[in-house]
């Protein structure tokens, strides 16, 4: 899996919007940018995905740099419950045996501020 | 739909004692499964992932090892336990392919070595 980066760790005010950035500047024409999180002591859990163009859905939005050598994943309006670890990895969308490995990184400890 | 089971929930074992994990999946046929550690206050660490019955691959070389002696069934063992194997441990599972490879993942096992 190509290399993502990511903040240690973030702060920020319950009801506010938290933009969560990640870099990946060799990503491949074929890789898919996933956002994951992990709240304290579960498995993580899907958050959103996408190739070129911005995505939303009920948990969050996703904003993709138009060179994809970078994207935000955005919370609207952070609620206590959105404290997490989230994780931005690469996936690649063409199938082998290499491309199955699902490798995730130190991502980012969030912190919301009642 | 499909689930992911995991147990047991939290062991402890002593150093030098075998280790058995089980994880199965229900609701889909030929996924892609995985075996993450995670340490304490730390990231994951793939271990193992598995493309099909008999194919696997081992990350990190060290004591454990997987089989998928079934189709849905994936099991991370040891012949003996070291302190530095305690960890929490997570079973995944995802259909092939990066475009659409939402992972899911187990509540975890928290293995504990005395």
């Known amino acids: 899996d190509a290399k993502t980066t990511q903040p240690n760790s973030m702060e920020s005010n319950e009801e506010e919007p938290v933009h969560l950035p990640c870099n990946h500047s060799?990503?491949?024409?074929?890789?898919?940018i996933h956002w994951y999180r992990q709240l304290p002591s579960q498995g993580p859990e899907y958050v959103i995905h996408?190739?070129?163009s911005n995505v939303n859905n009920r948990m969050a939005s996703l904003a993709i740099a138009e060179d994809r050598k970078s994207s935000t994943l955005i919370l609207h309006r952070a609620t206590l419950r959105d404290a997490a670890v989230y994780y931005c990895?690469?996936?690649?969308?063409?199938?082998?045996?290499?491309?199955?490995?699902?490798?995730f990184g130190t991502g980012t400890r969030l912190t919301i501020i009642p | 739909s499909q689930t992911i089971h995991q147990w047991p929930a939290t062991l402890v074992q002593p150093v030098g004692s075998p280790l058995s994990l089980e994880c199965t999946v229900e609701?889909?046929?030929?996924?892609?499964l995985y075996w993450y550690r995670q340490a304490a206050g730390r990231g994951l660490q793939l271990l193992f992932y598995?493309?099909?019955?008999?194919?696997i691959s081992s990350e990190v070389p060290q004591n454990l090892s997987a089989s998928r002696p079934q189709d849905r069934q994936f099991i991370l063992s040891s012949k003996k336990l070291l302190l530095s194997d305690s960890g929490f441990y997570l079973c995944?599972?995802?259909?092939?392919?990066?475009?659409?490879?939402?992972?899911?993942f187990g509540q975890g096992t928290r293995l504990t070595v005395v």
């Open positions: 995944a599972w995802s259909v092939k392919g990066g475009m659409n490879t939402e992972a899911f």
């Open positions: 060799t990503i491949s024409g074929t890789d898919y």
């Open positions: 996408g190739l070129t």
């Open positions: 990895i690469l996936r690649d969308g063409l199938s082998n045996f290499g491309n199955e490995k699902l490798t």
């Open positions: 609701g889909t046929s030929n996924p892609n």
């Open positions: 598995s493309v099909g019955i008999g194919q």
